[in-house]
């Protein structure tokens, strides 16, 4: 275990601090997304704006997991997750402040910023402390945050706006964040050992992770583009969902709350199945299964323009089969780079991974627009567009996959230690 501290710490206790700080990372991403319909009203946005006030996030994530991604490992890793953790939680108060759309924009922003680099230390720090050979399982643990956020998270969010307004969700999440925000600092050890060839150095005297070697390897364009057939395919969709079941389908509001409830309890036991069988079957037959149910959601929801299935099975399949080919993907891209370059490489697969989600976005945005009733008109030719850029997943897996056999015997270009 790639740890420095005079306590021992287990494997358990990492996952179990960096499945917290996910869960407010998830959880301050998703609760937006059904809150669209909420404070458009308020803050006078056209329903088919919504999706840009969520691409405002990803598409500061992008930015700053690139600029990130050459320096994060000149850092011990529990400060610079600490430092990330408290960007986003003044990023989701000043989010909870807004009173326009512009000062909405800016304040998600601020939180993509922060965000996106936290989520590339998080998996970082896992894949520092857990052997390859278990790393899909403990990946599925700490990606579980993302279930948890769905089950408990954004159902009781979305209560608290009903209740006392869509500003009173943000600052939950706001003060969630800050507890974890703590735990990190004083509970999580301190990981240096990625530092161990410039241990004599200042961080500011490192030299940063060689962005483009990193990005001319094969394997490294292999992962990257699995990340962003996800990330593009998914989040074409996702941020329309409230605002087509309540404007196209009728769903009521009061009842959004159990509808993330019922996808989040099954996805949160699909994920660690996924974990599990990625270490034990490889990635791109986990990916294959996870595209064919993803596929299976979004044709039975959206390709017609309507429900052919209860918008409870709908969502639970949607959900569950981007989430298996979330842990599937991450579960293998793990294995690509060397310690000493590993958050630079996650925070690069963060960026595009968020990039992706931004241009999902755009091309959400561009393809819907308003109809009566807050209505959205043009949902089955993006589910089309979504279904479509969700194909290629296995295939790219199945090559990264032959490309780490074939050069296991040899560090990647330009490491200087091995991955494990």
């Known amino acids: 275990m790639a740890i420095e501290n005079a306590r021992t710490v287990s494997e358990r206790e ?26 458009a009203r308020e803050l006078a946005i056209a329903p088919s704006m919504l999706g840009m006030v969520a691409g405002s996030y990803t598409a500061a994530a992008a930015v700053a997991g690139l600029a990130a991604s050459r320096f994060l490992d000149r850092w011990d890793r529990r400060t610079a997750l600490a430092t990330a953790m408290a960007g986003l939680v003044s990023g989701t108060i000043a989010a ?18 922060c965000g996106g680099p936290a989520t590339a230390l998080g998996l970082s720090i896992v894949s520092d402390a857990v052997p390859s050979a278990r790393r899909g399982k403990a990946l599925g643990a700490v990606m579980g945050a993302f279930a948890i956020a769905s089950v408990v998270g954004v159902p009781l969010g979305l209560e608290l706006g009903r209740r006392y307004g869509w500003r009173a969700p943000l600052f939950v999440v706001a003060a969630l964040g800050a507890v974890v925000l703590v735990g990190v600092a004083f509970r999580l050890p301190k990981m240096r050992a990625h530092l161990t060839h410039s ?6 005297s490192r030299g940063p992770v060689r962005l483009g070697a990193l990005m001319a390897r094969a394997e490294t364009a292999l992962a990257m583009c699995s990340t962003a057939s996800i990330a593009l395919a998914g989040f074409s969709i996702i941020p329309n969902v409230s605002a087509y079941l309540q404007g196209n389908c009728g769903f009521p509001r009061a009842q959004l709350g159990l509808l993330y409830l019922a996808g989040g309890v099954p996805t949160f036991f699909v994920l660690r199945i996924a974990g599990r069988a990625a270490d ?97 008109i043009g949902m089955p030719k993006l589910a089309a567009f979504a279904m479509l850029i969700s194909l290629p997943l296995p295939e790219l897996l199945r090559r990264l996959q032959l490309r780490l056999v074939h050069t296991v015997s040899a560090p990647p270009i330009g490491t200087a230690i091995p991955s494990d």
């Open 96 to 113: 909870g402040f807004a009173t326009s759309l512009w000062s909405l924009l800016a304040a998600r922003m601020v939180a993509g910023a």
């Open 280 to 376: 034990r079957f490889g990635s791109p037959p986990v990916a294959l299964v996870g595209t064919g149910i993803f596929l299976l959601g979004i044709g039975s929801g959206f390709a017609t323009g309507h429900m052919l299935l209860h918008p409870a099975i709908v969502f639970i399949l949607m959900m569950s089969g981007q989430s298996i080919r979330n842990v599937s993907a991450m579960a293998l891209a793990s294995k690509v780079p060397g310690a000493h370059e590993r958050a630079g490489f996650q925070a690069l697969q963060s960026s595009v991974q968020h990039l992706g989600c931004a241009l999902g976005a755009v091309v959400g945005a561009s393809l819907l627009s308003s109809g009566p009733g807050d209505s959205l």
């Open 14 to 39: 990492i996952i179990f601090l960096i499945g917290l700080a996910q869960f407010v990372n998830v959880l301050d991403f998703m609760i937006v997304l059904p809150l669209g319909p909420d404070y």
């Open 199 to 204: 241990s004599h150095l200042s961080p500011l």
